[in-house]
């Protein structure tokens, strides 16, 4: 099955500067890679996601790459801000027992300085 | 959370002990989940549902059992709760065309403690 890792488990930045995470996965058929950001106390959210005709996406101060030959995919957030402190889950389509499932990496716990 | 309830919110409970965890939602999408939350671990799906009365294994299934009577309610049992169990459980749901491009939403969560 679908198996996704994700680094780095912990990430410290200054405001302003760019923070990348990178996630690996298993099986090439997957086509959809969604990032969550769950903040404290809260369930996660989701962020940003890329289909695997596209090989980068943008939405403000983020952007998600794809390298479908290489399996990997990376978020990208630029002139972070102290709101952006949270904890950023990658994830990738599993199919098992016919159904769709996203399966998560272990997670990033992003910390931005003032 | 867009339509999805978790109860309770928090929980401690005695190992040994049974315990139900309930998610709801009024979106009325056919797919509802069950993870845990751990450190180093991230999401692990513990059971799924993709309709009324249909349900799946997910990876970390042991000592868990689900139930879905109605498409807006999906519950999590914890036959005999061990302290192996203290987590943060979420629950989300998709609607799922079919597609295999779809996203979910999940609940607030339920930090349950075995003590």
């Known amino acids: 099955g679908e198996n996704v890792e994700q680094h780095p488990s912990t990430l410290s930045v200054q405001e302003g500067d760019s923070a990348v995470i990178k996630c690996t996965y298993s099986d090439s058929a997957s086509n959809y890679f969604p990032w969550y950001k769950q903040e404290l106390g809260k369930g996660p959210q989701l962020i940003i996601d890329?289909?695997?005709?596209?090989g980068e996406k943008k939405d403000q101060r983020i952007a998600v790459t794809l390298n479908k030959t290489a399996k990997h995919f990376s978020l990208h957030i630029t002139e972070t801000q102290p709101e952006d402190s949270a904890v950023y889950f990658c994830a990738a389509i599993g199919v098992s027992g016919g159904y769709n499932k996203l399966i998560f990496g272990a997670g990033t716990r992003l910390a931005v300085h003032p | 959370d867009a339509g999805i309830t978790q109860s309770p919110r928090h929980k401690v409970t005695e190992t040994g002990t049974p315990v139900t965890l309930r998610c709801h939602q009024t979106e009325n999408h056919r797919y509802m989940y069950w993870y845990r939350q751990d450190p180093g671990h991230g999401l692990r799906l513990i059971h799924y549902s993709y309709g009324v009365k249909d349900t799946d294994k997910g990876e970390v299934s042991d000592g868990y059992s689900v139930s879905r009577s109605k498409t807006e309610d999906f519950l999590l049992t914890l036959e005999s709760a061990t302290s192996s169990q203290t987590s943060v459980y979420f629950c989300?749901?998709?609607?799922?065309?079919?597609?295999?491009?779809?996203?979910?939403?999940f609940g607030s969560g339920t930090r349950l403690t075995v003590v």
């Open positions: 989300a749901i998709s609607d799922n065309p079919g597609s295999r491009l779809y996203g979910y939403t």
């Open positions: 890329i289909r695997s005709n596209v």
